[in-house]
């Protein structure tokens, strides 16, 4: 009632008085108009546009260098053009890829304490613009495939394949997740040799093989450390267990180590003593890896490390310091 003459107030919102009388299907309504606003989306903005293509992902395409500088030809104007242009192409089909699986794990992220605010799962970026900015994305990555050898192109095709079978079905399963993984960082040094005619060796496969699966085992160590109280049953969509943390830690150890056995039983090698003036400098190169894979180990068991391993390397100054110190140990074997 009003507060003068009896009568009932013209104020009153009727929506409210229902909500009085039936706080049920007010709460109905409330969660129905967020869900709504939720897949509405945003005008799609610069920053928005580059939250959504996560462009700080691209660092792990710097793989695509690495055969032309393992094979000291950086310098040749040529090949360094072509691998300009097979970074441009990958990081553009991988950041078309990041899109689709934030599509596929929207509802997952929308439940987790971080990746609740990616564009998609908080709602800035619809989901008809996410499909849309996929496909363009796709299309210029395609676009710029084709200048290079055949050869090139089948790899990415391939890489696409597989990681969008990953996003859509692999990913659920125990250990499958992570050789993919692993095997994904080596497609981008065959990426960058195929692109720019260079050999990739075993020993460099054999390494990066063991290496990108103890980061990739980190990942999923640091995923599982850093997951909500409620959620430490288990990781979402995958198939771990909080009582995995130690074999995934011994694993992650374990390979990392090989990797620095791999390079160890690779300088002392035919192909390196032909490659450099002074391989007995390389030498040097394990300890300071052993040092970065041992810290790494140490700070995602900790929970330190609060998303992909790789990515924290390049924001963190002790990785920084080791990966200059190692460039610098090469230039000199050289």
Same mark, same amino acid.
């Given at each position: 009632m009003g507060k003068t003459g009896g009568q009932p107030d013209s104020c009153a919102n009727p929506a409210t008085e229902a909500g009085t009388l039936f706080p049920g299907r007010t709460l109905l309504a409330e969660r129905s108009?967020?869900?709504?606003?939720?897949?509405?989306?945003?005008?799609? %903005?610069?920053?928005?546009?580059?939250?959504?293509?996560r462009p700080h992902q691209w660092a792990k395409n710097l793989l695509i260098f690495v055969p032309l500088f393992l094979s000291h030809k950086i310098f040749q104007l040529p090949l360094a053009t072509r691998a300009l242009l097979a970074f441009v192409a990958f990081s553009l089909a991988a950041s078309s890829l990041y899109i689709i699986n934030d599509l596929l794990d929207i509802e997952a992220d929308r439940n987790h304490p971080r990746k609740k605010y990616r564009p998609l799962a908080s709602g800035e970026l619809s989901i008809p613009a996410g499909l849309t900015l996929a496909a363009v994305l796709g299309a210029a990555g395609?676009?710029? %495939?084709?200048?290079?050898?055949? %050869?090139?192109?089948?790899?990415?095709?391939?890489?696409?394949?597989? %990681?969008?079978?990953?996003?859509?079905?692999?990913?659920?399963?125990?250990?499958?997740?992570?050789?993919?993984?692993?095997?994904?960082?080596?497609?981008?040094l065959l990426f960058g040799g195929a692109a720019t005619g260079i050999e990739i060796s075993v020993w460099t496969l054999a390494f990066s093989m063991f290496l990108f699966l103890s980061l990739a085992l980190m990942k999923r160590l640091t995923e599982l450390r850093n997951a909500p109280e409620p959620s430490k049953s288990g990781l979402s969509r995958r198939g771990y267990l909080a009582e995995d943390l130690q074999p995934i830690s011994a694993l992650s150890c374990g390979s990392g180590l090989l990797s620095v056995m791999v390079l160890a039983f690779y300088i002392q090698s035919a192909e390196v003593h032909a490659l450099y003036s002074h391989p007995l400098l390389l030498w040097l190169v394990c300890p300071l890896l052993l040092y970065w894979i041992g810290r790494f180990a140490i700070l995602a068991n900790r929970g330190y490390i609060h998303h992909d391993p790789i990515v924290f390397a390049f924001n963190d100054p002790a990785s920084l310091l080791t990966g200059a110190l190692t460039l610098a140990v090469v230039l000199c074997a050289i």
């Open positions: 108009a967020g869900q709504a606003d939720a897949f509405r989306g945003r005008t799609l %903005s610069w920053r928005l546009f580059f939250r959504a293509i395609i676009f710029v %495939s084709v200048r290079l050898p055949w %050869s090139a192109g089948l790899l990415l095709a391939g890489y696409c394949m597989a %990681s969008l079978a990953y996003s859509a079905y692999l990913k659920k399963h125990l250990f499958v997740d992570v050789v993919l993984l692993a095997a994904f960082f080596a497609v981008r």
